[in-house]
């Protein structure tokens, strides 16, 4: 039995490394149309490259647009860890937590 590692205890390298090989996985099980285990490892892939970021470069009251889903944004009330917790606009005002490796600065740009 092998002991996973935590994301948060990994080096830089390692991480890359594990993303690397999360991809990778991901991209057969795309190709053998096993959609559940490609939506897991691609979420995988999501999490490790959060811990990549630096949480501090991610304010609060800042609208950022969310990668892969065009048109959406998503403003953080607070930050936890390397979750970004908050609403996404024009939605139901329902409070969600987003990995920050999700976020890219929008073109709608800061506050709101």
Do not use: C, M
């Given at each position: 039995m092998t002991t996973e590692k935590?994301?948060?205890t990994m080096t830089e390298q390692e991480l890359?490394?594990?993303?690397?090989?999360?991809?990778?996985?991901?991209?057969k099980a795309?190709?053998?149309?096993i959609v559940n285990e490609f939506a897991v490892l691609e979420r995988k892939a999501i999490m490790a490259e959060a811990y990549l970021l630096n949480p501090?470069?991610?304010k609060k009251g800042t609208v950022y647009a969310?990668?892969?889903?065009?048109?959406?944004?998503?403003?953080i009330d607070y930050l936890n860890g390397v979750f970004a917790w908050g609403y996404r606009l024009g939605g139901e005002k329902e409070l969600e937590a987003l990995?920050?490796?999700?976020?890219?600065q929008s073109s709608k740009?800061?506050?709101a």
């Open positions: 935590r994301y948060s890359k490394q594990e993303i690397a090989t999360l991809k990778e996985k991901a991209r795309e190709q053998l149309g501090k470069d991610f969310i990668k892969h889903d065009p048109g959406v944004y998503f403003k990995p920050i490796s999700l976020l890219e740009g800061g506050e």
